[in-house]
């Protein structure tokens, strides 16, 4: 009976761990992904500047 209970506890704090590791992969990915965004965003609107009329 204590075994289970121990067994419980650790594969418990095994899946914590492995959502905690998700969600910083994650949030490290989002803020990579918002700067390369921006980055693109602001050449595309540096090289292509053009000088025509909207008609």
């Not at 905690?20 to 980055?39: E, H, P, Q, R, S």
Request: hydrophobic share 65%; no cysteine; aromatic share 8%.
């Amino acid at each position: 009976m204590v075994i289970r209970i121990i067994g419980a506890i650790i594969v418990i704090w095994l899946a914590f761990t492995l959502i905690g590791v998700v969600f910083k992969v994650l949030g490290t990915l989002l803020v990579v992904a918002a700067v390369a965004t921006l980055g693109v965003a602001a050449y595309g609107a540096i090289k292509g500047r053009s000088h025509r009329q909207i008609r």
